[in-house]
């Protein structure tokens, strides 16, 4: 088989069709929740904790420092910026992991109820009557 058939036999594969639009809803998917938790759900836990808005909490390790101009506007001391953790971005972004996590979860769980389950495998051999009657047999010998 060549090269470009064989190519084309992987990419037109079901199962990696199926991941790549996995892939593209999952972004999508991804940026409403975000949005949803950010726009809809931070402010409403906001306002029942007082109007604190978890995006801005942080604990500064490190102050930043502003830049210092001369008179003539020559930057004596550059900027630096502040050296915080935002923990506050951590919490929102677990929230959004959280949802898209149970989100998930009751799609899989709605596809595995609708898949029928697959039918038991006859048995194979005699069956537990017969190897019975065979010993019986063979004890009567």
């Known amino acids: 088989m060549?090269?470009?058939?064989?190519?084309?036999?992987?990419?037109?594969?079901?199962n990696l069709v199926d991941?790549?639009?996995?892939?593209?809803?999952?972004?999508?998917?991804?940026k409403v929740v975000t949005a949803f938790v950010e726009k809809m759900f931070a402010p409403i836990?906001?306002?029942?904790?007082?109007?604190?808005?978890?995006?801005?909490?942080?604990?500064?390790?490190k102050e930043g420092?502003?830049?210092?101009k001369d008179a003539a506007g020559t930057v004596v001391t550059a900027a630096v910026p502040e050296?915080?953790?935002q923990w506050g971005a951590?919490?929102?972004?677990?929230?959004?992991?959280?949802?898209?996590?149970?989100?998930m979860?009751?799609?899989i769980k709605a596809m595995n109820k609708l898949?029928?389950?697959?039918?038991?495998?006859?048995p194979t051999g005699p069956t537990q009557e017969e190897l019975l009657g065979e010993i019986r047999d063979l004890l009567k010998k």
């Open 2 to 14: 060549g090269f470009i058939s064989e190519f084309k036999e992987f990419a037109m594969r079901g």
């Open 115 to 122: 898949k029928k389950p697959e039918p038991a495998p006859a």
């Open 90 to 103: 951590f919490i929102t972004a677990l929230i959004d992991f959280i949802i898209v996590a149970f989100a």
């Open 19 to 30: 991941m790549a639009i996995a892939f593209v809803m999952g972004g999508a998917f991804g």
């Open 105 to 107: 979860f009751l799609v």
């Open 83 to 85: 050296l915080a953790i």
């Open 45 to 61: 836990v906001g306002t029942i904790m007082g109007g604190i808005d978890l995006n801005d909490k942080k604990i500064i390790l």
């Open 65 to 68: 420092i502003a830049e210092v």
